[in-house]
């Protein structure tokens, strides 16, 4: 029983009314059965989503007890023997001195004999006693004659203004934006360790001016985004005041470049690549990619890959597609296989690059007469030039795992915070995550990297550049 043996314009779901149900009874009793089935698999969905689930479906939305049991490991985890051991390192810096000596035996209380044997032993804690420091700063005016104006220092411990030091918002910031702790478990830890007392308000604030004070360094990731060779794209939705928005990611080895817009169309794009990009732009299929003119374009093959697979788990193809899932599968493993092997003579290597261009050809132009099969089809005529660039430049991978992992750690600050309830609160996200992940990126300490900045920020004027 197919779908069009139903009266038109009928569709099975809760909008399914009294005249629909009559219309579905006249066609008989094959008709009936095939709706009442239709709609039991609905409920079904509905009550369990994991049923639906897709090999893209988030693993936050299947409950556990629906996902499959990972097999156990066949080596025992850790280093092999015969390699050195690991452990903690020796510290650098002994604060305090302790030496520890029994009275007498613990096992018969008898009186013990002195061997004048010691070993030693380093233990590394937090200072029972963690509270912040208060400083009163008194500013001296001076009169400048030259100038005919008072003028007075900046204390550089702190932002203009503002009660709390460079510190404290810097680290609360990293806590939130880069390791994604809600804002009141920072109140928790603040209020209770630290002994500083905070509310989630002026954390807000703060953060809104360290956004404002470091917004040229995320300009500066952008500008440097657009002049590298190779740049990864991905997004994925995001709340903003209870509205869908998307977040865009834009990475590569030394920067990560996060945008918080409404469109996942060219519009938002257009904000990023606000000139033309020389460079290699790596992405999925979304077609909104398609409008970014400029360099040599990369698409992600384990994409194609995911789609085959999902044809055939959730999809009816017919009977010719497994010979297209065939050719296509031994096309995309021969290019990668090509490009993970040694390197070849360039005319060798050309030649086997043109047999698969040759091969790609004909897989577009072979009339497969199946529906799933045309619709790849038609992606591989509009991305043909874009599926084998990894084969030209060695700095290009066949896939956008890069872009993957780079907006995993803003999916789980997602997950914790349920986004932001501002657009303000958006752009500082947006800010902050950039600046916190570059930094990580490129290996600098990044509490003393902004906290140095800021101080030469107040005391000057001029906030310095991004480390390089």
């Known amino acids: 029983m197919a779908i069009s043996a139903l009266p038109k314009g009928i569709s099975l779901g809760p909008s399914l009314d009294r005249a629909q149900a009559e219309a579905i009874f006249t066609r008989g009793k094959e008709a009936v059965i095939f709706a009442l089935l239709e709609m039991a698999k609905q409920l079904a969905e509905a009550r369990?989503?994991?049923?639906?689930?897709?090999?893209?479906?988030?693993?936050?939305?299947?409950?556990?007890?629906?996902?499959?049991?990972?097999?156990s490991r066949n080596k025992r985890p850790g280093r092999k023997k015969g390699h050195p051991g690991s452990g903690r390192k020796r510290p650098e810096r002994i604060d305090h001195y302790e030496e520890h000596r029994l009275p007498c035996c613990p096992h018969c209380q008898g009186r013990l004999k002195r061997l004048g044997e010691t070993r030693t032993r380093y233990v590394e804690d937090i200072p029972e006693d963690l509270r912040s420091q208060a400083t009163e700063h008194t500013i001296h005016r001076d009169?400048?004659?030259?100038?005919?104006?008072?003028?007075?220092?900046?204390?550089?411990?702190?932002?203009?203004?503002?009660?709390?030091?460079?510190?404290?918002?810097?680290?609360?910031?990293?806590?939130?934006?880069?390791?994604?702790?809600?804002?009141?478990?920072?109140?928790?830890?603040?209020?209770?360790?630290?002994?500083?007392?905070?509310?989630?308000?002026?954390?807000?604030?703060?953060?809104?001016?360290?956004?404002?004070?470091?917004?040229?360094?995320?300009?500066?990731?952008?500008?440097?985004?657009?002049?590298?060779?190779?740049?990864?794209?991905?997004?994925?939705?995001?709340?903003?005041?209870?509205?869908?928005?998307?977040?865009?990611?834009?990475?590569?080895?030394?920067?990560?470049?996060?945008?918080?817009?409404?469109s996942r169309g060219e519009p938002a794009l257009r904000k990023f690549f606000a000139e033309e990009f020389k460079g290699t732009l790596i992405s999925d299929f979304w077609g909104a990619y398609n409008a970014i003119t400029g360099g040599p374009r990369q698409k992600c093959l384990v994409h194609l890959f995911r789609d085959l697979e999902h044809v055939e788990k959730y999809k009816n193809p017919g009977k010719h597609w497994p010979i297209f899932a065939k050719k296509l599968r031994r096309l995309l493993g021969d290019a990668i296989r090509l490009w993970k092997r040694e390197e070849r003579p360039p005319p060798e290597h050309a030649s086997r690059r043109a047999c698969l261009d040759k091969r790609l050809q004909e897989l577009i132009e072979t009339d497969w007469r199946d529906p799933q099969a045309d619709r790849l089809v038609k992606r591989l005529r509009r991305h043909q030039n874009e599926l084998f660039t990894?084969?030209?430049?060695?700095?290009?991978?066949?896939?956008?795992?890069?872009?993957?992992?780079?907006?995993?750690?803003?999916?789980?600050?997602?997950?914790?915070?349920?986004?932001?309830?501002?657009?303000?609160?958006?752009?500082?996200?947006?800010?902050?995550?950039?600046?916190?992940?570059?930094?990580?990126?490129?290996?600098?300490?990044?509490?003393?990297?902004?906290?140095?900045?800021?101080?030469?920020?107040?005391?000057?004027?001029?906030?310095?550049?991004?480390?390089?």
């Not at 795992?401 to 932001?420: Q, T, W």
């Not at 958006?426 to 570059?438: G, K, N, Y």
Request: net charge positive.
């Open 143 to 262: 009169w400048c004659p030259r100038c005919k104006k008072r003028v007075a220092p900046q204390a550089p411990d702190a932002l203009p203004n503002a009660r709390l030091g460079n510190r404290a918002v810097v680290l609360s910031a990293w806590m939130h934006y880069g390791l994604g702790t809600t804002s009141q478990q920072i109140v928790d830890v603040f209020n209770h360790h630290l002994q500083m007392k905070i509310s989630k308000g002026a954390l807000s604030q703060m953060w809104h001016r360290l956004r404002e004070t470091l917004f040229s360094w995320y300009e500066q990731i952008q500008q440097e985004g657009l002049a590298s060779a190779v740049l990864h794209g991905d997004e994925t939705g995001w709340r903003v005041a209870g509205k869908t928005h998307w977040l865009w990611c834009f990475s590569n080895p030394r920067l990560t470049y996060y945008l918080i817009d409404r």
């Open 390 to 468: 990894f084969l030209d430049h060695a700095d290009v991978p066949f896939e956008n795992n890069h872009a993957e992992r780079a907006i995993r750690p803003a999916v789980i600050i997602r997950k914790n915070s349920y986004a932001n309830r501002s657009l303000r609160g958006a752009d500082t996200q947006a800010v902050l995550m950039s600046i916190f992940r570059t930094l990580k990126q490129r290996g600098y300490d990044l509490l003393d990297s902004v906290i140095q900045a800021l101080k030469t920020y107040v005391t000057t004027g001029i906030l310095p550049s991004l480390p390089p």
């Open 48 to 71: 369990n989503p994991a049923s639906a689930a897709t090999p893209s479906t988030p693993s936050g939305m299947i409950p556990v007890y629906e996902k499959p049991a990972i097999s």
